[in-house]
């Protein structure tokens, strides 16, 4: 059987995760009983605060109710695969365009042409249609003001001596976003798994999820976290907590976060009105307020980098969702 970057993901957290994401006390208002035309069920990769947003808004202008899982995309990958023979969601948002070809190569998805489908960033959505990338991360550099007073290093620099046990990074096999910055790295940087054996070689702490590798260097647990996803940083420097990112000259990856109907979904035409708001400007607006990439370029940012600021290396992600299988395997071989 052909192995894609979501069945990966699924594998190597499924056992760990399997009881959460069955659980009733997941935090998920979803359940596996039969969704009602005026009910669907959301399987999003975050944020948290967004979500919210959105749903609220989309309840408001359309009168259906949002029950909704948030979860990493290995927690949401995990869920899925659990309740295969029995299928809940209607949608699915996850932080990783490999993870949604991977679905759409398994047969997952099913194709809708978005009423706003026009006006997202084609290099991060679906031709076909099967899915939208209505929002993404930059993923950069975020260090402590406090231990760090100002910085610019490029990647490979955090394998020096200088830099030794006070760097981490989210765990790939928990972070939609960490394996698709490895891949970015390693499949167009020539001295990529280098750069990479050198930050294992000098104590780098692979561990958590985003929130989590972010936490550690707010709190000063450690210095930097590389790989880091540019809107939390931004969130959090909002809040006036001692952090700033910036984006390594080199270049980095832009990580698209992407929605897709399920080709099991109960309510098939709440879900294609739950993906025509996503991709309105008036939650492209929310998506702004949030520190996020809008799909929609044309929406106005504060206090954040656009995407035409940001240097980004040359990712394609054509057959990404296959390479990737190899890509995290092997990191995770490097880091045991």
């Not at 897709?260 to 939650?283: M, P, Y």
């Amino acid at each position: 059987m052909k192995k894609t970057v979501s069945t990966v993901i699924t594998g190597l957290v499924m056992s760990t995760l399997l009881l959460s994401a069955c659980s009733s006390d997941t935090g998920t208002k979803a359940n596996a009983s039969e969704t009602s035309k005026d009910t669907i069920t959301v399987y999003s990769a975050g944020p948290e605060g967004l979500a919210d947003e959105i749903n609220a808004k989309f309840e408001e202008e359309t009168g259906i109710k949002v029950e909704m899982f948030q979860g990493t995309t290995g927690k949401i990958l995990s869920r899925m695969e659990a309740e295969a023979n029995n299928p809940v969601a209607d949608v699915v948002v996850l932080a990783s365009i490999p993870s949604m070809e991977g679905l759409k190569a398994e047969d997952k998805l099913q194709s809708y042409e978005a009423e706003n489908g026009a006006s997202m960033n084609e290099d991060w959505s679906d031709p076909e249609h099967y899915y939208y990338g209505y929002s993404a991360s930059a993923l950069g550099v975020a260090y402590n003001t406090n231990n760090v007073s100002a910085l610019d290093a490029d990647w490979k620099e955090f394998g020096e001596e200088e830099w030794k046990g006070r760097v981490t990074m989210p765990d790939p096999t928990s972070s939609g976003s960490a394996v698709d910055f490895l891949y970015g790295l390693t499949s167009t940087e020539k001295d990529g798994w280098d750069t990479l054996q050198s930050w294992n070689d000098n104590e780098l702490l692979v561990a958590g999820a985003n929130k989590e590798s972010l936490e550690s260097v707010i709190t000063g647990n450690k210095d930097v976290v590389v790989s880091a996803v540019d809107y939390m940083a931004y969130k959090s420097k909002a809040k006036g907590e001692p952090i700033d990112i910036y984006y390594p000259e080199s270049g980095t990856v832009i990580s698209p976060r992407a929605a897709g109907i399920l080709k099991d979904a109960k309510n098939k035409e709440g879900a294609e009105k739950f993906i025509d708001f996503l991709t309105s400007d008036e939650a492209q607006e929310l998506v702004a307020d949030a520190y996020l990439l809008p799909g929609n370029e044309d929406i106005p940012l504060q206090d954040r980098a656009a995407l035409s600021e940001i240097p980004a290396l040359p990712v394609s992600w054509d057959g990404a969702e296959e390479k990737q299988v190899d890509t995290l395997t092997k990191f995770t071989e490097m880091m045991q």
